[in-house]
Each structure stands twice: as structure tokens, then as C-alpha cells.
């Protein structure tokens, strides 16, 4: 079944918090607080767009709902409600600060049907945390992740690469104790800098050096490997664009793409392939066949996995759209050897190759 998601932005409102990166007004491209008849309105507005069968879901993101004073969480909570019971929303959805989660408020969210609820962890270095100015210890994310999961409401975790003082070792330190914490999803986002934020001054005193975009597909194609072996849902890579997510525009810094994800995933059928070539020594020619949709990652942004072997090794690339399931590719060397693999495996072995 299809997924929708109806997003409502709550910027910043009652966050008493100033993360080193954060600038919530510009992040969510919506600078007013929403009320609940707006919020009323954008899900009206929304649910004739989405097909009859959909699983649809209310996602109130942007600032950190649990710490918006009670009263008005739950004048958006019941709106939320209302159509949950009417049978028209499957899902309530919040993204929230992992010191702002208790019993009590678990209880309370759960009194209005709220089903999965997001923190927004960025890094479990104790480090990174303190360089951010998250203002909240590893300990607050543990305990917050373990009363999510046995209320019984769905755990998701939000991860960055990239903050002050991180390092790739850390990021991937990281995505291990997130798997430790079982999630149902996770999100992964590169360490823009945005306006008007302190990343910005740390940025223009020279104090901060923003991952490359090289470097961040480098880690971010690590992170994913683990979070694939082990099964969880990898819901978000990279920020989506907005008219304010652009370099130049609300971004002044950090390795910005639009197809963030499609670089990364490329990058990781590049390194499947050369580890072939390697194994299998006198290639000249690799023969990739797979459903279409997979054709643009197989090539590489800009070509770039068709140079990269070609540059190298002399190696021809061809690729053929083919009737196979997206997770499926037939890999033919020298159009003698032939390599039928799934995703999944092809994770595994990426997992061994990339040392994990
Ligand atoms: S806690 Fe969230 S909303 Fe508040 S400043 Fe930090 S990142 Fe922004």
C-alpha cells in the first residue's frame, strides 16, 4: 500500500534551544506558527490529492513538538485525531528532542493516537553533542529510545554527519548504536550550513570546515550498508529541496545535492563492481542488466561509474533495462561470466568489502 504523508511544520516553536546548525525558520521554508485551524486546513487541503487506498499519515515536523506547550500540542493532536478516527489517517507522526520525552507525555500522545514519534538525535559522540550545543547527553537518547519502544509507539532516529569535532569513525559509531536501539526507521542528513545559524559564524571565523560532498558520500554509503544488513528502513538521505534548501540560497556551505541518496546508492554499486573486477582480474567489459529505474544509479551521476572504469581499467561499461524486480541485478563479465544478485546481498558483501 501506497504511503502519504500530510506534513505540518511547527519552526521552532517552543524550542528553548539554539543547535550550532539549526535555523528551523529556514529549514522548513515557513517562518509563522501554525495554529491549529491551519493545521486543519492543510490536511483538508491534502486529502482529496491522495489516492482512495493510501496509507496516509499526519507528520507534524520541524521543531520539537513535545516541547511546544501542552495546551497547544493538544489542540494539534485533536485535530490530528479526528480524522485518525474517522478511519481517513492511518498514522500521527512527531519529530521531538530526545530530553523532551517522558512517561507522562508518551501517555498523553498515546491518548491521541500519535504512532511514531522521531528524535532527533544527530550523533551519539558525547563530543559532537557538546560542539553542537544540542544541550542534551547520550544518556537523555538511551532512556528516551527505550520508554518510545515499550509505550509501544514506533521509534524513528534522526542521525547528521558532519557536526562540529565528527569524523567518519564517529558516524559510524553512531549508526551502531543506533541499530543497538532496534528504530522502525532513520533518517540520514549531511551537516549543511544554513544562514544565520551558529555553523555560520564558526564557518566565517574559520573554525569549521564542512564535510565535502566526496567525504559525506564516502561515510553516508557506510552508514547505509549497516542500516540495509540490518534491516532497518532508511526513510530520508540528505535534506529534501525546498525554495530555501539551496546552495547560494538559505545554504551558504556543506555538500549539498539534490539527489543526495542516488549519488550515494551509485557509489555503492561502483565499489560492488570493482570489488568483481578485482576478483575476477582480465575484465574488458561489464554488462549490468536491471530494472530501468536502477540504470541512472548503475552509470553514476554525470557517468561517473562508466569513467571511473573505463579511466582505470579499460573497462567498457554496458547497461540494459530489463523486466527484473528493482532489487535485482544481472552482472555479465566479458559475456561469459554471469552474476545474479539481489540488493541485499550485494549489502552483505558490501558490508565485508568496507571493512564494517
Ligand atoms: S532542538 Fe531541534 S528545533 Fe531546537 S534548536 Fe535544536 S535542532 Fe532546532
Redesign the pocket.
Known sequence: MKKRIIPIFVP?RG?????I????KK?TGVSTDVTSEEARNIIEEYLPTIPKDANVEIAFF???FT?IDEKTQNELLSVAKEYVDKGLVSDIRMST?PDCISIDILNRLKEYKSSIIEL?V?SLDAKVLHDSA??HDIESVINSAHLIKDSGIKLGLQMMVGLPSDTEEKCIETAKKFIELDPHCVRIYPTLVVKDTGLETLLNRGEYTPFTLKESIQIVKKLLVLFYVNNINVIRVGLQATEDIQLGKGIVDGPYHPAFRELVEGEMIKDYLHYLVIQNKTVSQIEIKTNNKNISKVVGNKRSNKVFFKDNFNINMKTTPINLSEDEFIIVLDNNKEINIKSEDMYKELFNIYSL
Do not use: K, L, T
Open positions: 521552532h524550542c528553548p534551544h539554539d543547535c546548525f539549526c535555523n528551523q529549514i520541524g521543531g520539537s516541547a528532542r532527533g544527530q544540542r544541550g
